[in-house]
């Protein structure tokens, strides 16, 4: 049997893998990060529409079906 032909600029299977795993926790992180960066926005804004009286949050503009 012969040995496969390794390259030696090729990066181990382990190191791929290991890059492949850090790629995909640095893209969740992102969107974690946007998502509690929206809630927290979000949050501040009602917080200040219900201040000043204007609390969008009741409003119904949809048909009423009674």
């Known amino acids: 049997m012969t040995d496969p032909?390794?390259?030696?600029?090729r990066?181990?299977?382990r190191r791929l893998q290991r890059a492949g795993f850090t790629v995909v926790c640095i893209i969740l992180a992102i969107i974690a990060c946007v998502f509690v960066g929206f809630n927290?926005?979000?949050?501040?804004?009602?917080?200040e529409d219900q201040a000043t009286g204007e609390n969008r949050a009741t409003e119904h503009t949809g048909t009423k079906l009674d």
Not at 5 to 9: G, L
């Open 11 to 13: 990066p181990s299977d």
């Open 5 to 9: 032909v390794i390259d030696p600029d």
């Open 40 to 47: 927290l926005w979000h949050g501040e804004q009602l917080k």
